[in-house]
């Protein structure tokens, strides 16, 4: 499976290359709120080795909990594209409303629900964490 997308104005592009689709989550963390301008952040969880960039991204560092953030973002249009933190070696978690035919995805779970926007209503069927779960549970809960 191969899925695309790239930065609002094209300079930077993302290919992902998988056997099934990559698991999705939704974070609704005040920081993926304030980030994303919106009730969530949207991830995509993908081995570094799966994602592709073409195009210079401009990165930025964040501290949280202990976990360095590597963000990367397009330098031209400011697209945040995707992170890599200490919390997830080996990983990537791409912004999954820059891919190209998001609304086919759906997430498997939903963390730091305790700050989630309070009209909105979650399928009680998928996984939910008032914060961050364990690694053992995200990964249980992802596949």
């Known amino acids: ?16 290359v998988a056997q099934q689709l990559p698991p999705l989550y939704a974070c609704h963390c005040l920081n993926c709120q304030r980030w994303s301008g919106s009730a969530f952040g949207l991830h995509m969880l993908s081995a570094v080795s799966a994602v592709q960039v073409s195009g210079e991204t401009a990165i930025f560092e964040h501290e949280h909990h202990g976990h360095t953030s590597t963000q990367h973002a397009c330098g031209i249009c400011h697209t945040r594209l995707f992170n890599e933190t200490t919390a997830a070696p ?4 791409v912004r999954a409303g820059i891919l190209e035919g998001a609304e086919r995805f759906e997430p498997v779970a939903h963390i730091w629900t305790r700050r989630k926007q309070p009209w909105l209503v979650l399928p009680g069927t998928i996984a939910q964490w008032q914060e961050s779960p364990t690694p053992e549970a995200f990964a249980a809960a992802l596949g």
């Open 90 to 93: 080996g990983m990537r978690v």
């Open 1 to 16: 499976m191969r899925i695309t997308g790239q930065c609002r104005c094209g300079q930077v592009n993302i290919e992902i």
